[in-house]
């Protein structure tokens, strides 16, 4: 425990600082490039940051991709639906149900649904899934999915419905219906290519969101990936695992940005013709 | 009220002074000119404002709030502050009962206390302080910031300027906005209290505006009237505040709202976490024979600390729920 007599207070020299901070920088990178992040201590001794990150890394991606992909599937079917149906009565609560989704915050939806569960436990004597723990079931899996998953599936949704509206006024869309094609192989082969843009960018927006909320998650429902061994490693001040799961989480969100770009070339015709 | 008016519209409508200069302008050309805006023919009137409901309900909420800021502590039953005022665990000998907090609502504490025995109306009420001013202080230096330096960034399209403020954003916007901003509280010292907040919190949240603000300078710099503002030998700084600004300023009055209720997010999101304003001192329970657990406790009244200690527990005061729930309605 740490007594107000042996905390020390931090100085503000910045001079100081940032020379420390250079060499520091150096000596971690030029380690890191040779494959050496170091090691923290911990009560078991030594442990190598490298074990950690690849454990973790894999934890928390596993947790994001379920629900990303969940996401991405029910945001985008949802948006079409509504857009084909174009009915007051079904367009309406899909578009209240995605404000909700996108306002609500992750901890406040997490604290809901983890209450619940207790009452479910509470009247039926026996509980559905678990709230809390690791485990790749659905027992384990299904509230941090659906935490994760809230607001990236809101805002796909919004976006798609946005996107699919404003495609379906076009010409060329009556020019397919007039052709005789029946709604189904318009939608597919007419429409479907052309909002693959906004619906690629709100993905790259979407997964900001819900990497952004996975500390919080993984937090409340003690996942042992990366943003809780982040949250604990910034508690307990291990400088180089800090850095290490940083840096993985900042690389791993530019690599799929960079590939969602490169991703829009392959897609749309127009956008290589502009290069 | 008049003058206040009168030099707003000077400062942002162009236009205004056009009846004041009519010599300047040739005698043919003055049928175009027109009257400048009044005011008068244009606007709904008090009478029209009565009529809008979700104006007077949103500026009745604010204005309650304004209120709580100023007066609050004023009408606070018990000081907070003042160390002792708190009910610890005792056996009160008449009603021959354990008293144990968190206490439900009762004549004495109008909203119940939480686990520490602090009254949650007084901390509510001092707490308002800390959270709003924080909020609005985080909310302001992050508009000065993204606007200046995404103004700067997009009037200067494509050069180096540009480019090394877009990198610094993409750095910056890489890494979770939850963890950077944890990472900064903690490394400036977590209990200088409210001006770490504000500054790790701007320091970090800035890019979004930047980026938006830096798209509508691209888009309106190449305007045919910043030609013309150019052609009459107006300077960068000149045709930038007076030209290009006005018109993104109803943006920008959408996008303070937005960030307001983003910045309490992130504080709530910050305090579920363990980082809240008067957070770092915790009290260690047991021994070290039983094993020590240490909880970090908030010695400052503030609503994400009182949020993020609601959480804590399976059951605390119900209140503490409804005051969750009223919060992020707020929001």
Request: charged share 15%.
């Given at each position: 425990m740490?007594?107000?007599?042996?905390?020390?207070?931090?100085?503000?020299?910045?001079?100081?600082?940032?020379?420390?901070?250079?060499?520091?920088?150096?000596?971690?990178?030029?380690?890191?490039?040779?494959?050496?992040?170091?090691?923290?201590?911990?009560?078991?001794?030594?442990?190598?940051?490298?074990?950690?990150?690849?454990?973790?890394?894999?934890?928390?991606?596993?947790?994001?991709?379920?629900?990303?992909?969940?996401?991405?599937?029910?945001?985008?079917?949802?948006?079409?639906?509504?857009?084909?149906?174009?009915?007051?009565?079904?367009?309406?609560?899909?578009?209240?149900?995605?404000?909700?989704?996108?306002?609500?915050?992750?901890?406040?939806?997490?604290?809901?649904?983890?209450?619940?569960?207790?009452?479910?436990?509470?009247?039926?004597?026996?509980?559905?899934?678990?709230?809390?723990?690791?485990?790749?079931d659905y027992k384990h899996m299904l509230l941090p999915v659906l935490v994760l998953a809230a607001r990236p599936l809101a805002y796909l949704a919004r976006a798609s419905f946005i996107a699919f509206g404003r495609i379906m006024d076009e010409d060329f869309i009556r020019t397919a219906y007039s052709k005789g094609l029946d709604k189904r192989s318009t939608v597919n082969v007419h429409a479907i290519r052309n909002i693959a843009i906004p619906v690629l960018t709100a993905i790259g927006v979407s997964l900001r969101f819900s990497l952004s909320t996975l500390p919080i998650v993984e937090f409340f429902f003690v996942w042992p990936g990366m943003g809780l061994r982040l949250l604990e490693a910034i508690d307990l001040r291990q400088t180089t695992l800090v850095v290490t799961l940083a840096l993985a989480l900042g690389l791993t969100f530019l690599a799929l940005n960079l590939f969602l770009d490169i991703s829009y070339r392959f897609i749309d015709p127009r956008v290589r013709e502009i290069q | 009220m008049k003058s206040i008016k009168k030099i707003f519209s000077f400062l942002l409508n162009p236009r205004f002074r056009y009846n004041e200069m009519p010599e300047l302008l040739h005698e043919g050309s003055k049928q175009f000119v027109g009257e400048a805006p009044s005011g008068k023919h244009n606007s709904p009137g008090f009478r029209g404002l009565l009529g809008n409901f979700p104006l007077i309900f949103g500026g009745t909420i604010v204005f309650i709030l304004f209120l709580v800021v100023l007066f609050g502590p004023l009408i606070a039953p018990i000081n907070p502050y003042i160390a002792g005022k708190h009910i610890v665990p005792h056996y009160d000998s008449e009603k021959e009962e354990w008293i144990n907090p968190p206490l439900s609502p009762s004549e004495e504490y109008p909203l119940g206390t939480d686990e520490w025995g602090n009254d949650i109306l007084s901390m509510l009420l001092y707490g308002a302080r800390n959270t709003l001013v924080a909020c609005a202080f985080i909310t302001m230096v992050r508009l000065i910031l993204g606007l200046i330096l995404g103004a700067y960034a997009g009037w200067s399209e494509g050069k180096a300027t540009d480019q090394i403020i877009m990198g610094v954003i993409s750095v910056i916007l890489a890494v979770p906005m939850l963890i950077s901003s944890m990472i900064l509280i903690y490394s400036l010292d977590i209990r200088k209290g409210l001006p770490v907040f504000i500054i790790a919190l701007s320091v970090i949240g800035w890019t979004e505006i930047a980026q938006y603000i830096r798209s509508e300078f691209i888009v309106l710099s190449k305007m045919p009237y910043i030609e013309g503002a150019r052609a009459v030998g107006a300077r960068n700084f000149a045709i930038a505040v007076r030209h290009v600004l006005p018109n993104i300023l109803p943006q920008l009055l959408v996008i303070t709202f937005l960030e307001l209720g983003a910045v309490l997010l992130l504080l709530g999101e910050l305090a579920f976490i363990g980082v809240f304003i008067g957070g770092g001192s915790g009290i260690a329970l047991g021994d070290e024979t039983i094993g020590i657990e240490v909880l970090t406790q908030s010695n400052v009244p503030e609503w994400e600390a009182m949020l993020a200690e609601g959480t804590d527990g399976y059951a605390p005061s119900p209140l503490l729920y409804s005051l969750q729930r009223l919060r992020s309605s707020f929001l």
């Amino acid at each position: 425990m740490i007594r107000n007599s042996e905390v020390n207070h931090p100085n503000y020299n910045l001079i100081q600082h940032s020379k420390l901070a250079w060499t520091d920088t150096k000596e971690y990178l030029s380690n890191a490039i040779r494959g050496n992040f170091g090691y923290i201590e911990t009560q078991y001794g030594l442990v190598r940051v490298k074990t950690i990150l690849k454990e973790t890394y894999i934890n928390s991606m596993g947790l994001l991709l379920v629900a990303l992909a969940i996401a991405i599937i029910i945001g985008l079917y949802a948006g079409a639906f509504a857009t084909l149906t174009r009915h007051k009565k079904i367009v309406l609560p899909i578009l209240l149900l995605t404000i909700f989704g996108i306002s609500a915050p992750s901890f406040f939806a997490g604290l809901m649904l983890r209450q619940g569960e207790i009452y479910y436990l509470r009247t039926f004597g026996k509980p559905l899934v678990n709230v809390a723990g690791f485990g790749w079931d659905y027992k384990h899996m299904l509230l941090p999915v659906l935490v994760l998953a809230a607001r990236p599936l809101a805002y796909l949704a919004r976006a798609s419905f946005i996107a699919f509206g404003r495609i379906m006024d076009e010409d060329f869309i009556r020019t397919a219906y007039s052709k005789g094609l029946d709604k189904r192989s318009t939608v597919n082969v007419h429409a479907i290519r052309n909002i693959a843009i906004p619906v690629l960018t709100a993905i790259g927006v979407s997964l900001r969101f819900s990497l952004s909320t996975l500390p919080i998650v993984e937090f409340f429902f003690v996942w042992p990936g990366m943003g809780l061994r982040l949250l604990e490693a910034i508690d307990l001040r291990q400088t180089t695992l800090v850095v290490t799961l940083a840096l993985a989480l900042g690389l791993t969100f530019l690599a799929l940005n960079l590939f969602l770009d490169i991703s829009y070339r392959f897609i749309d015709p127009r956008v290589r013709e502009i290069q | 009220m008049k003058s206040i008016k009168k030099i707003f519209s000077f400062l942002l409508n162009p236009r205004f002074r056009y009846n004041e200069m009519p010599e300047l302008l040739h005698e043919g050309s003055k049928q175009f000119v027109g009257e400048a805006p009044s005011g008068k023919h244009n606007s709904p009137g008090f009478r029209g404002l009565l009529g809008n409901f979700p104006l007077i309900f949103g500026g009745t909420i604010v204005f309650i709030l304004f209120l709580v800021v100023l007066f609050g502590p004023l009408i606070a039953p018990i000081n907070p502050y003042i160390a002792g005022k708190h009910i610890v665990p005792h056996y009160d000998s008449e009603k021959e009962e354990w008293i144990n907090p968190p206490l439900s609502p009762s004549e004495e504490y109008p909203l119940g206390t939480d686990e520490w025995g602090n009254d949650i109306l007084s901390m509510l009420l001092y707490g308002a302080r800390n959270t709003l001013v924080a909020c609005a202080f985080i909310t302001m230096v992050r508009l000065i910031l993204g606007l200046i330096l995404g103004a700067y960034a997009g009037w200067s399209e494509g050069k180096a300027t540009d480019q090394i403020i877009m990198g610094v954003i993409s750095v910056i916007l890489a890494v979770p906005m939850l963890i950077s901003s944890m990472i900064l509280i903690y490394s400036l010292d977590i209990r200088k209290g409210l001006p770490v907040f504000i500054i790790a919190l701007s320091v970090i949240g800035w890019t979004e505006i930047a980026q938006y603000i830096r798209s509508e300078f691209i888009v309106l710099s190449k305007m045919p009237y910043i030609e013309g503002a150019r052609a009459v030998g107006a300077r960068n700084f000149a045709i930038a505040v007076r030209h290009v600004l006005p018109n993104i300023l109803p943006q920008l009055l959408v996008i303070t709202f937005l960030e307001l209720g983003a910045v309490l997010l992130l504080l709530g999101e910050l305090a579920f976490i363990g980082v809240f304003i008067g957070g770092g001192s915790g009290i260690a329970l047991g021994d070290e024979t039983i094993g020590i657990e240490v909880l970090t406790q908030s010695n400052v009244p503030e609503w994400e600390a009182m949020l993020a200690e609601g959480t804590d527990g399976y059951a605390p005061s119900p209140l503490l729920y409804s005051l969750q729930r009223l919060r992020s309605s707020f929001l």
